[in-house]
């Protein structure tokens, strides 16, 4: 049963920089598609950033040039450095990676397994 587990999420004031880490258990990530995903209070989950097996990378407008999806395989993590947060990056982030997926995509409706998620809040 793989099991997805982020952490890293926090409170920051606006231009602050948080690290987000999703670790697998069960699960190899040189061969899956992976992403990160948010959702706020009142809002549709969202897709972020994803990365495939190719290291090639894809990510919302909203984010592109503040955010950066990266993994370790050796440590099985998925990580989403965020830098010069605002307000509107304020969401519960959750990681999400499935094995059929060729290419990084930000539709969530693909990724099979997803993890608990964790808060992001910028003041």
């Known amino acids: 049963h793989v099991q997805l587990v982020e952490s890293g999420g926090g409170s920051v004031q606006t231009g602050g920089s948080l690290a987000l880490s999703c670790v697998a258990a069960?699960?190899?990530?040189?061969?899956?598609?992976m992403g990160w995903f948010r959702q706020a209070p009142g809002k549709e989950r969202e897709g972020v950033a994803s990365i495939d097996s190719l290291s090639s990378t894809r990510y919302a407008a909203s984010v592109k040039g503040r955010f950066t999806i990266s993994t370790d395989n050796v440590k099985n993590s998925l990580y989403l450095q965020m830098n010069n947060l605002k307000p509107e990056d304020s969401a519960m982030y959750y990681c999400?990676?499935?094995?059929?997926?060729?290419?990084?995509?930000?539709?969530?409706?693909?990724?099979?397994?997803w993890g608990q998620g964790t808060q992001v809040t910028v003041s």
């Open positions: 999400a990676a499935d094995p059929r997926v060729v290419s990084a995509t930000l539709e969530d409706w693909v990724y099979s397994f």
């Open positions: 069960k699960l190899t990530y040189s061969s899956n598609c």
